[in-house]
């Protein structure tokens, strides 16, 4: 029986889109399979982690006939990778085995049963939904992904917060030592809808680095649908459910701080470049730059085991007392990499408090990182 009948890359783009979940090694041999789910001429291909799970939906079944089956994602991905041409591709079940046709190139691939297959149930219902273009979602998530802890023993770390409150949506992230905040507000563009004052979720590390690589920088619409346990992104023709990570997050409104006296607007490439530089002689064991500010003058130094040194000199636009103050490099190179914006302004108050960096052109990012000691 012919499952699919499709031009090489037409079927090889929804299959990379879902193919980023499959674990490679798992206990359930199923979860390295896709989950191919024909209805007529509509095609689903289903991957799942257990705990998330994404499914593409094509026009491009063979025959009215309704069958399910699935195959191991790797191998037929890499299979229609290494086809020659984008001539068209026909694949087909028979008994256990599916088979994939182009030209003259013939494989087959054991199955396993569809029934087996651990698909994500989706929540009852969704209390709260927001609607706007990828282009948005993408830049908001593009300024506070970086933050996000990566398996941290504080489980609530290793994912964003999502808030829902008074005509916005918030994102936040924070790994303990920096904090991203960014926020969209509703307008004609950006719907939002909640059945309660406030609603706050913490969505894995994983779902969002996975729904990064689907938005795209356009003004096509993505639908965001919040409940309790569950969160689900409807793009045009893909669909990504996740479970959600259960915890406090962090009261992110109090770390952010407010009182700060001293204020040095600069070039964002001028300090990416310098600590850049500076890195150079850092260590993985140790990336800690010193940052010295004094009145129209900013030196960035840094140092190593090897008594080498870095340093570099940046004018600004200061007259204020002067500082000294050690922070993590990486921390600093982060957030100056993802913003894109030609002007920063960097706010200190003294050698033990926060630093906060900010933009003139969107009030609502705030990047708050902690010092270190040089």
Not at 25 to 37: A, E, G, Q
Not at 51 to 65: C, D, F, L, R
Not at 182 to 197: K, N, P, R, W
Not at 291 to 312: C, D, M, P, V
């Amino acid at each position: 029986m012919i499952l699919i009948k499709a031009q090489r890359q037409a079927l090889l783009r929804p299959l990379q889109m879902v193919s980023g979940i499959v674990e490679r090694r798992h206990t359930l041999p199923i979860l390295s399979n896709v989950l191919i789910r024909k209805h007529g001429p509509s095609v689903s291909l289903i991957s799942t982690d257990i705990e998330m799970q994404i499914t593409s939906t094509v026009e491009m079944g063979s025959g009215p006939e309704e069958q399910a089956t699935t195959v191991s994602a790797r191998k037929f991905l890499d299979i229609l990778r290494a086809l020659p041409t984008d001539d068209e591709v026909v694949v087909s079940l028979a008994g256990r085995k599916m088979s994939i046709a182009q030209g003259k190139s013939r494989f087959q691939l054991q199955t396993l049963a569809a029934e087996e297959f651990p698909t994500v149930t989706p929540a009852q219902a969704y209390p709260a939904s927001v609607s706007l273009s990828q282009k948005d979602l993408k830049q908001l998530l593009h300024l506070v992904h970086f933050s996000m802890a990566q398996q941290d023993i504080r489980y609530y770390l290793n994912g964003l917060l999502l808030v829902i409150e008074g005509g916005q949506l918030r994102a936040v992230a924070t790994d303990g030592h920096r904090l991203a905040y960014a926020a969209l507000t509703a307008s004609e563009a950006i719907t939002i809808q909640t059945e309660s004052d406030k609603l706050e979720v913490i969505v894995p590390r994983k779902a969002i680095m996975e729904l990064q690589k689907l938005l795209s920088d356009d003004d096509q619409k993505i639908q965001i649908e919040l409940a309790g346990n569950q969160v689900k992104f409807q793009l045009a023709s893909i669909e990504l459910i996740s479970k959600l990570i259960e915890g406090k997050f962090p009261d992110y409104q109090r770390v952010i701080p407010k009182g700060h006296t001293k204020h040095v607007p600069m070039s964002r490439e001028a300090l990416l470049g310098s600590l850049t530089r500076a890195a150079i002689l850092t260590t993985d064991k140790f990336k800690g730059v010193r940052l010295s500010l004094a009145s129209g003058l900013l030196k960035i130094s840094a140092t190593n085991a090897e008594q080498e040194e870095a340093l570099e000199e940046i004018e600004v636009d200061y007259n204020g007392e002067s500082i000294d103050i050690g922070f993590n490099v990486q921390y600093l190179m982060d957030v100056l990499a993802n913003l894109r914006t030609d002007q920063i302004q960097l706010s200190l108050q003294d050698p033990n408090a926060s630093a906060l960096i900010t933009t003139p052109n969107d009030p609502e990012f705030r990047y708050v990182v902690m010092p270190m000691r040089i």
